[in-house]
Nanobody, 124 residues
Framework: QVRLEESGGGSVEAGGSLRLSCAAS????????VGWFRQPPGKERESVAA????????YYSEFAKGRFAISRDNAGNTLYLDMNNLQPEDTGVYYC?????????????????WGRGTQVTVSS
């Protein structure tokens, strides 16, 4: 019922910046929050940041605080993740996800819809 599509991934050098986008479509009126998650090579998917659909609340994992910024384009159904001072440890597949449950915004288990992901690679 909700479709998500990420874009903006790529390869950057350590210290560089990158902006990821997530286009949401379908029954977006049912969304309480949208989050960004990532899956490093060989590791489990982990939370990055989340934002309430109306944009009033933002949440960040500890590693993302001060470096990443989540935002929503209020003119449409697009979510962004601005990543700064990227490090090799940030390498992974980044996913956009939608939460209809209205709680635990940084818990990937509570998200109902997922995009296909976009690859981010950070070199030393």
């Amino acid at each position: 019922q909700v479709r998500l599509e990420e874009s903006g991934g790529g390869s950057v050098e350590a210290g560089g910046s990158l902006r990821l986008s997530c286009a949401a479509s379908g029954h977006t009126s049912s969304i309480y929050a949208v989050g960004w998650f990532r899956q490093p090579p060989g590791k489990e998917r982990e939370s990055v940041a989340a934002i309430s659909w109306m944009g009033s609340r933002k949440y960040y994992s500890e590693f993302a605080k001060g470096r990443f910024a989540i935002s929503r384009d209020n003119a449409g159904n697009t979510l962004y993740l601005d990543m700064n001072n990227l490090q090799p440890e940030d390498t992974g597949v980044y996913y956009c996800a939608a939460n209809e449950r209205g709680s635990d915004y940084l818990n990937p288990s509570n998200y109902d819809y997922w995009g296909r992901g976009t690859q981010v690679t950070v070199s030393s």
